[in-house]
């Protein structure tokens, strides 16, 4: 019998990024910042909604949400991959491999959900403001997001079911940053096409649906900004959409290029930086996108640090 049908995998090896030992520091500082900058910056989010008055709406409570599933997924990411950097070829057992996949589908598909959520909120907001305060009350805004986190845990179960009807035999190398799907896959030494089906059918599911969702609201959306009169209407309405528009962009763009496009004549290293752009310097520019587009942050942000200066003055 050959060798390879009857080795189990217990160990899968990471290649990371082929990094010149030249400058291996260089990268380990830069993913340190940026894994040091996604986690205070969405924790100032979290924090800011969480104790000002003036953030407490659906918007800045689907906001704060989001900043924790950016939280959830950089950690998931970026330590082992700073550990990667360092140490090449690093080793992980298959079991934390299938765990730091289960949460990386977690938080991918939540996020693809919160995201179409919050388009519907501003789809209220701005289309149909006199039935807002009804429609997206505070019970309404933990049912969705609750739902959101729910079908993100459903869709692992799936995922967990198809991978236990699957034979991993090796070789026990993923030449990648992180344990995903295809590359999981690659390593089964059984026919994977039903899985490779579901994740096809899923992925339209969880990533074109939402996606067309959030077109279609954005189209009333414009529409209704293109009836406002003054100029300066416009930008004050359109500013209020403008950051989850920017994020929605690059977030479901490069989802769509990973999952649902062939990979034929696509290199390993352009699959790298794709999913790069999702899953390290997306959860990072979201706080950045929010805070820099939006007076509301700002202004809580210098309230937080006007009160901290006059507790220094008192003590």
């Not at 830069?30 to 709406?57: D, P, R, W």
């Not at 298959?94 to 938080?107: G, H, N, Y």
């Not at 799907?181 to 994740?199: K, V, W, Y």
Request: hydrophobic share 45%.
């Amino acid at each position: 019998m050959d060798q390879r049908n009857v080795t189990r995998i217990t160990t899968i090896r990471l290649l990371g990024f082929q990094i010149p030992q030249s400058i291996t520091f260089l990268v380990f500082y830069i993913f340190l910042m940026l894994y040091c900058v996604t986690i205070c910056g969405n924790l100032l989010i979290i924090t800011l909604v969480s104790y000002s008055k003036a953030l407490h709406s659906p918007m800045y409570f689907f906001l704060s949400h989001l900043s924790v599933l950016d939280i959830i997924l950089s950690t998931d990411i970026l330590p082992n991959m700073i550990r990667t950097v360092l140490v090449k070829n690093t080793t992980m057992s298959f079991s934390d491999c299938l765990a730091q996949f289960s949460f990386c589908v977690i938080t991918e598909c939540s996020e693809c959900l919160l995201l179409t959520v919050m388009s519907w909120d501003r789809y209220l907001a701005i289309c149909k403001p006199l039935h807002y305060a009804l429609k997206m009350n505070y019970k309404v805004c933990w049912i969705l997001v609750i739902l959101c986190w729910i079908t993100g845990l459903f869709l692992v179960l799936i995922y967990t079911l198809t991978m236990s009807n699957l034979e991993f035999c090796g070789p026990n190398i993923i030449d990648h940053f992180f344990c995903d799907f295809d590359p999981i896959l690659q390593l089964s030494c059984t026919d994977t096409t039903i899985a490779r089906l579901e994740l096809t059918i899923l992925g339209v599911i969880v990533v074109i649906v939402p996606f067309f969702t959030i077109f279609v609201s954005y189209s009333y959306i414009i529409v209704t900004i293109l009836k406002i009169p003054s100029i300066t209407g416009r930008q004050k309405v359109f500013s209020t959409c403008s950051s989850h528009l920017t994020v929605v962009s690059i977030y479901y763009g490069t989802l769509v290029c990973v999952y649902l496009t062939p990979n034929r004549g696509q290199t390993q290293t352009l699959n790298k930086l794709l999913s790069l752009l999702y899953t390290v310097v997306t959860p990072m520019i979201n706080p950045i996108i929010y805070s820099l587009r939006n007076k509301d942050l700002k202004k809580a942000v210098k309230n937080v640090i006007k009160n901290l200066i006059i507790c220094f003055n008192k003590d």
